[in-house]
């Protein structure tokens, strides 16, 4: 089992900035990719971000590239989201996910194992 907590939402003006974390516990942190997702109301989660085991390669969706940042600190068992120029079309729940199995469809929600509860991400114009 993978327990994961997201923090950091909240609203902010658009081009503005925040950086979301989530905490992972219950396995070895350093021994599964992490990734991000996000869901608009009435819209199908939407691949974010994507971090391997040592954090070395991420990947981003297309809709945040160059604006986005996705890292992790092993030491403390923690990924970060660093969100700039926000947009108001960011506005989302944001999800952390845990891939146990190492999934080449990095893309897709299902091949991810565990999910935490998401954090509200509010952008206004």
């Known amino acids: 089992q993978v327990q994961l907590v997201e923090s950091g939402g909240e609203s902010v003006q658009a081009g503005g900035s925040l950086r979301l974390s989530c905490a992972a516990s219950?396995?070895?942190?350093?021994?599964?990719?992490m990734g991000w997702f996000r869901q608009a109301p009435a819209k199908e989660r939407e691949f974010v971000a994507r971090?391997?085991?040592?954090?070395?390669?991420?990947y981003s969706g297309d809709s945040v590239k160059g604006r986005f940042t996705f890292s992790r600190d092993n030491a403390k068992n923690t990924v970060y989201l660093q969100m700039n120029s926000l947009k108001p079309e960011d506005t989302a729940v944001y999800y952390c996910a845990a891939d146990l199995r190492g999934n080449y469809r990095y893309t897709e929600p299902s091949s991810y194992d565990y999910w935490g509860r998401g954090t509200q991400v509010t952008v206004s114009s």
């Open positions: 971090i391997i085991r040592s954090g070395d390669i991420t």
């Open positions: 219950g396995r070895t942190f350093s021994a599964y990719a």
